[in-house]
């Protein structure tokens, strides 16, 4: 559990670390920006006058705020915790059989590997009970192929697990 705590105090270092310089960069650049607009303005007013001054420094700035806007709409995702569990989780639910004398060091394996043996005798369970019956008169209804349920019902099970876990 500290390995999780430190990678948020890391996490949360280096973000204040770029917010920083981010904040500080955005001051230099926006004295440089007046500046270069002044200067903008100043050689467009003599060359041609005020009116298209303003329309040329309006077309760049909209350029400008439409290319950050793009920018800043992009997002990247970042895989979290949660999720790198729950995909170890889904992997070692389809692979071999968790014993149950396996001993990890972090609570959160434990739990995990806990609902991965819960899984694989719910599935087991699921798998040898016989195929319902079907009513008089109705066609034989279409068994479902239970080595591809199994993974899908541990893996979505997993993941309510994991979700109530992280909930506490």
């Known amino acids: ?13 280096d973000t204040a670390r770029r917010g920083a310089w981010i904040a500080g960069g955005g001051v230099a650049l926006a004295v440089g920006l007046g500046f270069a607009t002044l200067a903008g303005w100043l050689v467009l007013e003599t060359m041609r006058g005020p009116l298209f001054a303003a329309l040329v420094l309006c077309c760049v700035y909209l350029g400008i705020g439409f290319v950050m806007l793009s920018l800043g709409l992009r997002h990247k995702r970042r895989v979290t915790q949660a999720e790198r569990l729950a995909a170890a989780a889904a992997a070692t639910a389809s692979a071999a059989p968790v014993s149950p004398g396996i001993s990890a060091s972090d609570p959160i394996e434990v739990q995990v590997m806990e609902a991965v043996l819960r899984l694989q005798n719910l ?7 016989p195929p319902p019956r079907p009513a008089v008169g109705d066609e034989p209804a279409k068994g479902l192929d239970m080595g591809v349920v199994s993974p899908l019902l541990a893996s979505f099970v997993i993941g309510l697990d994991l979700a109530r876990m992280m909930r506490r």
Do not use: E, I
Request: charged content about 20%.
């Open 1 to 13: 559990m500290s390995s999780l705590t430190d990678d948020l105090k890391s996490a949360a270092a």
């Open 123 to 129: 599935a087991q369970a699921l798998s040898d009970a």
